[in-house]
């Protein structure tokens, strides 16, 4: 059984559910809670996947505890009419952690997708530094992303035996969803400008971060007039309330609703600058060849900032717009980044974590016939 519940979850889940299916050996189930509802949708319909649960549980408002709450009985009633032989869970989300936790509670084994990204400082971000670190606590498999991943998982103490270094499935999706003949009327609005894609949503970047983060941005507008800047706003909707107030002026800059992945892929392939918060993009621009400036203090994908694709630039308002305007009027510092290895794999980490599965799971099914 897989379960997921979020947007980005989904992206990366997906490739995953595709490769199961294909392979006779297993019986896929897909559990998703609903902690996103359009935005899942909107990513289940891009990889034609249909979920044979659906909790359902976003709600107006909803908070951690909610989530929480909700996930964890939820999932209790389908593990226990379903009894998987495992549950994969992705990455960080407070899905992932209470699902994790209701597997554990009735013994069933738990594999982690994207085990092993670490920043060590629960409040950043938050709550998601909390929940994979409480996952990997009950992971029978761990499938990590990359080799320092590995590394954070052994020096915590995990045996190398339950640890896999894939890549990242995020890398595996653009296979999906990047096209040549792309067209959209966002593009016809940027016409020959140059496109910078910015996405910014995390809660620890809630209130002075998001007024220097937009502050920032509106100054890039202001001072480099032939760029695009396209910023697809989160729904929250304190975020989109102060993005409107500051940015509504500036000709150059779009405020749209969220894109499906399709789109979102698409425009970070033809884009020339990402400034972002996200995680997975991080991942999935550097696959694409485009520098990401993250805007946040800390990130749990360390391998991108010393491979060159990835600059932290914090939240502070100077320290955003100075490296946007050098990426932007420096086509050297551009290069540069452009032309560094991804560190996040070669888009085959949905079939190697099939193909690990079907492996360990052949040799224990093998060893329990033996036995009865």
Not at 211 to 240: G, Q, T, W
Request: with cysteine; hydrophobic share 40%; glycine share 6%.
């Amino acid at each position: 059984m897989l379960v997921f519940g979020t947007r980005p979850e989904a992206i990366k889940m997906c490739p995953l559910v595709i490769e199961l299916k294909k392979n006779s050996f297993f019986d896929v189930i897909v559990c998703v809670t609903g902690q996103h509802r359009e935005m899942l949708k909107q990513v289940l319909k891009c990889f034609h996947v249909i979920p044979d649960y659906d909790l359902n549980i976003m709600k107006d408002q909803q908070t951690l505890f909610d989530i929480t709450v909700s996930t964890l009985n939820g999932m209790k009633k389908i593990l226990e009419k379903e009894k998987p032989y495992m549950l994969l869970v992705h990455g960080d989300t407070s899905t992932a952690y209470a699902s994790a936790l209701a597997a554990f509670y009735l013994k069933i084994p738990v594999g982690h997708v994207e085990a092993g990204l670490r920043t060590y400082d629960l409040e950043a971000p938050y709550p998601e530094e909390f929940n994979r670190q409480s996952i990997s606590l009950v992971s029978k498999m761990n499938f990590a992303p990359t080799q320092q991943a590995r590394l954070n998982l052994l020096n915590e103490g995990f045996s190398p035996e339950t640890i896999y270094v894939t890549g990242n499935t995020g890398i595996d999706a653009l296979k999906y969803t990047v096209r040549e003949d792309y067209t959209h009327p966002l593009l016809d609005w940027a016409g020959n400008g140059r496109l910078v894609l910015l996405t910014a949503h995390r809660r620890e970047n809630s209130g002075k971060p998001f007024v220097n983060i937009f502050s920032a941005v509106k100054r890039l507008a202001e001072n480099i007039p032939d760029i695009r800047i396209i910023y697809p706003m989160h729904m929250n909707p304190e975020i989109r309330k102060l993005a409107h107030c500051m940015l509504d002026e500036c000709d150059n800059i779009c405020l749209t609703e969220p894109m499906d992945v399709l789109d979102f892929h698409n425009f970070i392939a033809r884009s020339e600058l990402i400034m972002t918060d996200s995680g997975g993009i991080q991942e999935e621009a550097p696959a694409l060849g485009k520098p990401v400036l993250v805007l946040r203090d800390t990130t749990e994908r360390p391998e991108g900032v010393e491979a060159g694709t990835l600059r932290l630039t914090g939240t502070d308002e100077k320290s955003i717009y100075t490296e946007a305007y050098k990426l932007l009027t420096d086509i050297n510092e551009q290069k540069k980044m452009r032309k560094r290895s991804n560190p996040y794999g070669d888009g085959t980490a949905s079939i190697q974590i099939m193909q690990i599965l079907e492996e360990k799971n052949v040799v224990s099914y093998q060893l329990s016939r033996r036995f009865t």
